[in-house]
């Protein structure tokens, strides 16, 4: 039986083939083979590769008495849907978004992703990329949401804070390496996995979360009106998004940050589902209340990147010169490591894509033997472009290809190296007019969260019903 | 030619699969197509909608009329009959127009692999099977090959005699 994750493999399609379980960086898949696989929803991190690798579907021939219909209703998609339903699913908040959507009383926020705009054009049969950003702006606003964010901004304001942590570590010799908190698989993995180094994790939250709070926090005092009447929406390329949304601390009121979620897939079933097309759609702005910071378009879409910015961040609140900053990335096997020369220190970072890459990294750590300033770990095998709700690959032998095409798209390659995130007039902004200070309680409390140590030794469910 | 789908949300048809996996409990394997020489479906079939051609049996869906009479005819049970409308919802049959009937139905021509005809490299089932299950054999090939391994058989057999 599966137990109410967000990640789910239907018992009537599974046909126990157990690639995903060879697959999952957790083991939370088990069962016997040719046997219908269940997902624990304790060990679960939702990264959604499951959903990805998945062949076993729903066969038009053996089809009776509307049995999709009835699938298409349990997992809450459209009725239009066309592709095939897979045994690995992930639940969506569809009904939610479409209510919010309706509902006079609410305005709805929508923040963007810049890694689902590319993929987004291959679920209409384009190239990848030939949607542009302007365009995926006009379709949201057609759907019917009121403001449309790029998270780019909220992305710049967690690698400034990841910074601002590394540099503090250091002067005060505090916990090193500082682990990336922006991806919430990764984070989840740490929790589980490696529960003694939830303290080497930035206390920042990932950038996802702090479009939520930001929204609650910020924009409602803008809009002057009640967060509860604001529907917070975000558009993600992360399935394991969807669960760290549900997480009870990340909230700055009495209410969620985050309300709802939504894939990249899930956007094209809906515009399809109203007979949108985005390609042809007239070019629309994000909105400026949290204006996007176009050179972060390709962090997180690439492997190293998020670490280059941070190490380049640090480097600026250290009052060092860009001139002075050399950086260089080397690829190793499935980890790369950026460094950065500071006046006459070195600080270095580690890069690992996929969390069986990742858990050496950590091991290191654990042992205090890591020599690293900075752990930059995602889950996803090739960084957010390959995430759980990216358009799925049908065909194993493409899923390699079609990755690499969408992490090289030239829309999301920087104009120019280097945001100067420290001198960043939106930024500052924020910090001096809203925060009033840096780390100080306020920005602490919209900014920052905590982790929780989970063992697994609490979970047997299955046991405790036996 | 055209550029098959890359991802699940690119389909704008129903998947209509032309490999079955059947599972028992002591085997696991795809039924598919054998291209028979003397094709027992083509021979059936009224409309000569299915021909053989380069070792390939195909199903010619433009004359095809949905009798089923290849269907039953097949010994392997690989031609699956497959909705004509993308969604499978009723459409109005051709005869519609003579005959004046204003009923809608379900239409379903005729399915069977047809070794990805459109394919350049190749059945994509045997390029992305993960267990590497599948081959397609070749008659001459495969031949050689076991009278090959026969000849190493025998030989192997007289060195355990002799030695």
């Keep these: 039986m599966n137990t109410g994750g967000f990640i789910q493999i239907d018992q009537e399609l599974c046909t126990g083939c157990r ?64 592709e095939p339903l897979f045994a690995a699913h992930d639940c969506n908040f569809l009904p939610e978004i479409k209510a919010a959507l309706i509902e006079r009383n609410l ?70 390496p500082v682990i990336n908190s922006s991806c919430p698989a990764a984070v989840r993995f740490i929790e589980q996995s490696f529960p003694e ?38 558009l993600a390329s992360c399935t394991a998004h969807k669960l760290e949304a549900t997480r009870s601390e ?3 009121g009495e209410h969620r940050d985050i309300d709802a979620v939504l894939t990249g897939r899930e956007l094209a079933w809906m515009l399809k589902h109203e007979g949108f097309e985005p390609s042809l759609l007239e070019e629309s702005e994000f909105d400026q209340e949290l204006p996007p910071i176009d050179e972060l378009r390709k962090v997180f879409c690439h492997i190293g990147d998020v670490a280059q910015a941070v190490l380049e961040t640090t480097g600026e609140l250290l009052g060092v010169d860009q001139a002075a900053i050399e950086c260089s990335a080397a690829d190793g096997g499935g980890a790369c490591f950026p460094k950065v020369r500071i006046g006459d220190q070195e600080y270095g970072a580690a890069s690992a894509s996929g969390l069986q890459n990742a858990a050496p990294f950590l091991e290191a750590v654990r042992k205090g033997e890591s020599p690293f300033h900075y752990l930059e770990l995602m889950a996803c095998p090739q960084g957010c472009v390959s995430g759980g709700g ?70 047997p469910v299955q046991a405790s019903s036996s | 030619m055209a550029i098959p789908p890359e991802v699940a949300g690119e ?19 795809p039924v598919m197509c054998r291209h028979c020489e003397d094709a027992p479906c083509a021979n059936v079939c009224k409309m000569s909608a299915i021909s053989r051609a380069d070792g390939k049996v195909l199903v010619n869906t433009e004359r095809c009329v949905g009798c089923h009479l290849c269907l039953m005819a097949c010994p392997f049970g690989a031609i699956e009959f497959a909705p004509l409308s993308p969604d499978a919802s009723p459409i109005y049959p ?66 355990a005699v002799w030695v």
């Design chain 1, 250 to 252: 990340l909230r700055v």
């Design chain 1, 19 to 82: 690639h995903c379980a060879g697959n999952c960086p957790v083991q939370a898949i088990s069962g016997e083979t040719k046997n219908p696989q269940s997902v624990s929803a304790d060990r679960c991190v939702a990264c959604g590769q499951c959903v990805q690798i998945c062949t076993a579907f729903d066969s038009i021939f053996d089809e009776r008495w509307g049995r999709r219909t009835e699938r298409l209703h349990e997992r809450e998609m459209p009725q239009s849907v066309m």
């Design chain 2, 11 to 29: 389909l704008n048809a129903r998947l209509t699969p032309r490999l079955f996996v059947v599972s028992a409990s002591e085997v696991t394997a």
């Design chain 1, 390 to 459: 990216q358009p799925k690959v049908l065909l194993p032998e493409r899923r390699n290809p079609i990755y690499a095409t969408r992490a090289k798209l030239k829309a999301l390659a920087p104009a120019k190296p280097g945001a100067r995130l420290s001198t960043n007039a939106a930024i500052r902004h924020l910090y001096d007019d809203f925060f009033g200070k840096a780390w100080g309680d306020k920005s602490n409390h919209v900014l920052q969260t905590r982790y929780v140590e989970r063992s697994f030794e609490v979970q």
């Design chain 1, 197 to 234: 180094l939830i303290h080497f994790l930035s206390g920042c939250r990932s950038p996802r979360q702090i479009a939520g709070s930001l929204t609650k926090a910020y924009l409602a005092q803008q809009f002057k009106t009640d967060p509860a009447y604001l529907f917070n929406v975000s």
């Design chain 1, 107 to 176: 305005r709805t926020v929508v923040h963007c992703d810049a890694s689902v705009i590319g993929p987004l054009a291959e679920e209409f049969g384009l190239r990848t990329g030939s949607i542009k950003p302007g365009q995926v702006v006009a379709a949201l606003r057609k759907l019917g949401f009121h403001r449309v964010y790029s998270n780019t901004f909220s992305v710049g304001i967690a690698i400034l804070e990841q910074a601002r942590e590394i540099a503090e570590r250091v002067r005060k010799g505090g916990n090193l």
């Design chain 2, 94 to 159: 051709m005869a519609a127009k003579s005959s004046g009937e204003k009923n809608k139905t379900t239409m379903y021509r005729a399915n069977k692999c047809d070794l990805c005809n459109d394919r350049a490299n190749g059945p994509a089932c045997i390029a992305n099977c993960p267990e590497t299950a599948l081959v397609l054999v070749n008659a001459v090939a495969a031949t050689r090959r076991r009278r090959n391994e026969a000849a190493l058989d025998l030989l192997a057999e007289q060195n």
